[in-house]
């Protein structure tokens, strides 16, 4: 599975944990959180306090918001704020 490489990216994705940007990057690949668990080797209320996290540090509120975030860093800092 190609798995969305987030270490190279804009300064504020490399705020996150490397098991964050894991979690992160199956989320953007389409991944349930029961899927990444089994993916990663983790429980399932690991894999959601690491969304939490990275929630958390890129300001955004929700699986959609994060995936906005990760693919298109433009839109969600002019949306910042406006709920994504």
């Known amino acids: 599975m ?3 490489d987030l270490a ?3 300064l504020r994705f490399r705020t996150l944990t490397e098991r964050e940007q894991q ?3 199956l989320v953007c ?3 349930a959180n029961k899927e990444i668990a ?3 080797g983790l429980c399932e209320g690991t894999v959601k ?3 939490h996290n990275a929630y958390c540090k ?3 509120q929700n699986r959609s ?3 906005i975030a990760l693919l298109d860093p433009k839109k969600a800092e002019s949306s910042n704020g406006r709920g994504i």
């Open 58 to 60: 890129l300001r955004v």
């Open 65 to 67: 918001g994060l995936i």
């Open 49 to 51: 306090q690491h969304l």
């Open 29 to 31: 690949s389409g991944l």
């Open 23 to 25: 979690v992160a990057a």
């Open 8 to 10: 190279s990216g804009p």
């Open 2 to 4: 190609a798995v969305l």
């Open 38 to 40: 089994w993916e990663l």
